[in-house]
Structures are given as structure tokens and as C-alpha cells.
Nanobody
């Protein structure tokens, strides 16, 4: 099983980034996918999640209207489009795959997002 995030980097406030997560080794279309983040000295928090077929998405209040999660089940990919970035969005962003019925829970290695002048 592998989840490989990419697309992080340094961006100025107000800028945009698109994170990607490439999944392999499991039945991607059967898993709820989510993005989490962890800032220095803080606990990891759920940013957004999307159901297995992509019909439902949810976001933490602090990113609503700015971030969009999406998935492509044909390509085994999940994305996080991040617009109007703020310094408080600075964190390591992690991709997660979960299938509660099978108690399966997988994590990627994370990608750093830094929002700064």
C-alpha cells in the first residue's frame, strides 16, 4: 500500500497550490479519502474528506470556501486545491485512506506547505 503526496511548496499569502495524492496497493474506489495537516507544535487536524464515489465532501471551517477536495477513481488520485492561502495554512499535509468496515487506515508521508512572504 502506498500513498504519495506531491505539490507542496512555498507560496505567498493569497496564492494557490494543488496537492496530489497517488494511491496504490488497495481498492481506491472503496475508500474514503481525506487530507489532514499538522502545524509545528499542534495536533494533526482533518482538513477535508470525500466519500468513496466522490458524492459528498466536508471541510474544516477554517478552509471552507478556499479549499476543494476531489478524486479521480480511474486514476487512483485525490487532490486538494488550495486557494487564498494564509500563513496559518502552513503545515505538513497528509493524505489518508480509510475503510472503516475493514478497519483499514493508511497514511502518506506528507508534503510541506509553507505560506509566507
Amino acid at each position: 500500500v502506498q500513498l504519495v503526496e506531491s505539490g507542496g511548496g512555498l507560496v505567498q499569502p493569497g496564492g494557490s497550490l494543488r496537492l496530489s495524492c497517488a494511491a496504490s496497493g488497495f481498492t481506491f474506489s472503496s475508500y474514503v479519502m481525506s487530507w489532514h495537516r499538522q502545524a509545528p507544535g499542534k495536533e494533526r487536524e482533518l482538513v477535508a474528506h470525500i466519500t468513496s464515489a466522490g458524492g459528498t465532501t466536508n471541510y474544516v471551517d477554517s478552509v471552507k470556501g478556499r479549499f476543494t477536495i476531489s478524486r479521480d477513481n480511474a486514476k487512483n488520485m485525490v487532490y486538494l486545491q488550495m486557494n487564498s492561502l494564509k500563513p496559518e495554512d502552513t503545515a505538513v499535509y497528509y493524505c489518508n485512506a480509510k475503510r472503516a468496515a475493514l478497519a483499514r487506515d493508511y497514511w502518506g508521508q506528507g508534503t510541506q506547505v509553507t505560506v509566507s512572504l
